[in-house]
């Protein structure tokens, strides 16, 4: 289903369905933008007012807190909307029929 980190394969290796006809967005990205960072921000918090480290420390705990929660969160939710979208048969006004293809 993906090409790469976050981004669609041209096509389905399976069925060969056509990836290009849905539109799923950046919706994820802005979801989870808020969502991690409030988690960083969370533990950032929580790191300078009990434990105080050095600065190396936050890099290496919020680093990975949140890069690796945003990579596989966009995986999960970008699947998910094109999911949606191919169930409900949903696409941009004037494109042709999923079921045509």
Same mark, same amino acid.
């Given at each position: 289903m993906f090409a790469g980190i976050a981004h669609f394969a041209p096509r389905c290796e399976k069925c060969g369905?056509?990836?290009?006809s849905?539109?799923?967005?950046?919706?994820?990205?802005?979801?989870l933008t808020f969502g991690v960072g409030a988690l960083a921000a969370g533990v950032a918090? @929580?790191?300078?007012?009990?434990?105080?480290?050095?600065? @190396?420390?936050?890099?290496?705990?919020?680093?990975?807190?949140?890069?690796?929660?945003?990579?596989?969160?966009l995986r999960v939710s970008?699947?998910?909307?094109?999911?949606?979208?191919?169930?409900r048969r949903a696409s941009e006004a004037g494109a042709k029929d999923v079921d045509s293809q």
């Open positions: 369905l056509d990836f290009g849905f539109n799923v967005g950046d919706g994820p990205a802005a979801f918090a @929580w790191l300078a007012l009990d434990v105080d480290p050095p600065v @190396w420390v936050y890099v290496a705990v919020l680093v990975p807190l949140v890069v690796l929660p945003t990579l596989y969160g970008k699947a998910a909307l094109l999911t949606a979208e191919y169930q």
